[in-house]
């Protein structure tokens, strides 16, 4: 039977053995920043990604997708949604696909905030223009 939890495991451990792989081979690819990305924003609620991305060569830490998918990381764990999603609707597809389970949260949150800010038990929000 297919269990959620254990193929995100499975997907985050082969994601940070490709990226030791990386590292250990000195690779300096593209793929080596999208892989980087994809692992900190496939994880978005553990600290582990943020510590991994601090020790990164400064060429790579300061690449456009590992600074963007920090920023992402950092607007979810401030539940920062308008931002979440102006930076998330930036990132490539395959990116989009690595956060969607963090995507799904915020809109809950979002509709939340925006259910007491209007004092109505049945708000109803387009999530398209959030």
């Not at 499975?10 to 980087?36: A, P, T, V, Y």
């Not at 990116?95 to 038990?121: C, I, N, P």
């Amino acid at each position: 039977k297919f269990d959620p939890q254990i193929n995100r495991s499975h997907l985050l451990e082969c994601i940070k053995s490709l990226l030791i792989l990386q590292d250990s081979n000195d690779s300096h690819c593209d793929e080596r920043e999208q892989m980087g990305a994809i692992y900190i924003l496939s994880n978005l609620s553990s600290p582990e990604p943020r510590a991994w991305a601090v020790n990164l060569p400064t060429n790579l830490r300061n690449s456009s997708l590992i600074r963007k998918s920090l920023k992402l990381g950092l607007f979810w764990r401030e539940n920062n949604f308008v931002g979440y999603f102006r930076l998330l609707r930036r990132l490539a597809p395959v990116l989009q696909a690595a956060v969607h389970r963090f995507s799904e949260q915020l809109v809950l949150t979002g509709l939340k905030v925006y259910s007491v800010a209007y004092s109505s038990a049945n708000c109803k929000y387009p999530v398209i223009k959030l």
